[in-house]
C-alpha cells in the first residue's frame, strides 16, 4: 500500500513538474507520437505476441494471451518511455524508444534492446 502512494506521489509529481518547468520538445514529441496508440510486440521472455496500449491519461493495458496488466506510464525529458507496473513485484522501468521504418526499437538503458514492436493507431487489445 505504501509502495503504491508512494508511485501514485511520483507520477503526480511528474506530471506537474513539465508544467511548473516547461517541457522539452524531445518529451513533448514521444508523448504525441506514442499517446492512445497500441505496441505490438513479441515478447522476448514468453515468446508470445503482446500488446500494450498507452493511454491519453498516463494509463497503459497491456494484454498478454488470456491475461491483462495495467499501470502507468510517463516520458521523460530526454523522451524515455517510463512504465510503472499496478504488480508492486515488477520494478519500474524506463526504455529509449527508436523508430525506423514503421517499427518501435525499445531500448533497455544499457543499450540492449527490450523488444521490437508495431505501432498502431487507437486501442488495439485484444478483447481475451
Same mark, same amino acid.
Given at each position: 500500500?505504501?509502495?503504491?502512494? *508512494?508511485?501514485?506521489?511520483?507520477?503526480?509529481?511528474?506530471?506537474?513538474?513539465?508544467? %511548473?518547468?516547461?517541457?522539452?520538445?524531445?518529451?513533448?514529441?514521444?508523448?504525441?507520437?506514442?499517446?492512445?496508440?497500441?505496441?505490438?510486440?513479441? +515478447?522476448?521472455?514468453?515468446?508470445?505476441?503482446?500488446?500494450?496500449?498507452? =493511454?491519453? *491519461?498516463? !494509463?497503459?493495458?497491456?494484454?498478454?494471451? $488470456?491475461?491483462?496488466?495495467? =499501470? %502507468?506510464?510517463?516520458?521523460?525529458? +530526454? =523522451?524515455?518511455? $517510463?512504465?510503472?507496473?499496478?504488480?508492486? !513485484?515488477?520494478?519500474?522501468? $524506463?526504455?529509449?524508444?527508436? !523508430?525506423?521504418?514503421?517499427?518501435?526499437?525499445?531500448? /533497455?538503458?544499457?543499450?540492449?534492446?527490450? *523488444?521490437?514492436? /508495431?505501432?498502431? /493507431?487507437? *486501442?488495439?487489445?485484444?478483447?481475451?
Amino acid at each position: 500500500m505504501i509502495r503504491r502512494l *508512494f508511485f501514485s506521489a511520483a507520477l503526480l509529481l511528474s506530471l506537474a513538474a513539465p508544467a %511548473l518547468a516547461g517541457s522539452s520538445s524531445t518529451q513533448e514529441a514521444v508523448s504525441k507520437q506514442f499517446t492512445d496508440h497500441t505496441f505490438v510486440y513479441i +515478447d522476448p521472455v514468453s515468446k508470445l505476441e503482446t500488446y500494450i496500449y498507452l =493511454g491519453r *491519461f498516463g !494509463t497503459f493495458d497491456r494484454y498478454v494471451p $488470456c491475461e491483462f496488466q495495467d =499501470g %502507468l506510464w510517463s516520458v521523460t525529458d +530526454d =523522451g524515455k518511455v $517510463c512504465i510503472i507496473e499496478n504488480d508492486e !513485484t515488477i520494478p519500474p522501468a $524506463c526504455y529509449t524508444p527508436r !523508430t525506423r521504418n514503421g517499427a518501435v526499437t525499445f531500448l /533497455k538503458p544499457g543499450g540492449e534492446v527490450a *523488444f521490437i514492436s /508495431k505501432l498502431q /493507431k487507437g *486501442f488495439r487489445l485484444p478483447f481475451g
